[in-house]
């Protein structure tokens, strides 16, 4: 009688091993899903980051040349307009022309925070970096709605510059300047505006890409760190 009740409850023990060492690893395999699908998500994401880089280099390219043409109007505008009136309207065109248009990219961002993937990150240092950079795309387009809404310097290239082409600017032809008055306290404090607007937009485009290339290294540990 005895053997028998210990047969059986070494049967008991033997089965809810089992059924405990089955929920242990589907639980692992599920966790080990998870971590895949992250893994597949942030690698697309790094595809993402990697083509950001590549357009936030054009705009910076644009946005300080932007900077550097206002600079030199804004020191040297009497000068010009007395001396080089085709260069004085190639970089006032250039001011009134140059913007660009951010391609805000969050879709894979999106998945993986709205999936609950997120979760599964291990280094909240790396969490808080993606929600920094993604605020970052939202301040970045609000800025380019104000540089590209700029439109009081367009009036005053359209009233001072000639219609007729005698160059390009990257943005389109240029004209001489053909007014009979150099440009005006008014308009010199319109192009300070736009230059300012420039250089700070610039200059935040490229420490996000600083910011950015680092970023990349930081989900590739992240991905490094749970491929086994």
Known sequence: MRNTILKYALEFIVIIAGIL?????????????KDELKNQSLGRLIS????DIKYSKFNYN?????????????????????????????????????????????EEYSTLRNSGLM???????????????????????????????FKELDKVANQKISFKTIGKTLYGPHGTYISNEPLNNYELNVLTRKTGLF????????????????????????IDLHKY
Not at 21 to 32: A, D, G, L, W
């Open 119 to 149: 979760e599964l990150i291990d280094n909240d240092v790396l969490v808080s970096k993606l929600q920094s950079k993604y605020s970052d795309h939202s301040h970045f387009k609000r800025l380019e709605a104000w540089i590209s809404g």
């Open 21 to 33: 060492v089955s929920f242990y690893i589907e639980k692992q395999n599920t966790i080990s899903y």
């Open 48 to 51: 993402n980051i990697e083509n």
């Open 62 to 106: 644009i946005h300080s040349k932007g900077a550097k043409f206002g600079k030199i109007i804004l020191t040297r505008s009497n000068d010009l307009y007395l001396n080089d009136k085709d260069s004085l309207g190639y970089y006032l065109k250039s001011v009134s022309l140059f913007g660009t248009s951010f391609v805000d990219n969050q």
């Open 199 to 222: 250089s700070y937009y610039a200059g935040l485009i490229k420490k996000r890409i600083t910011a950015d290339s680092l970023l990349i290294l930081e989900i590739r540990k992240e």
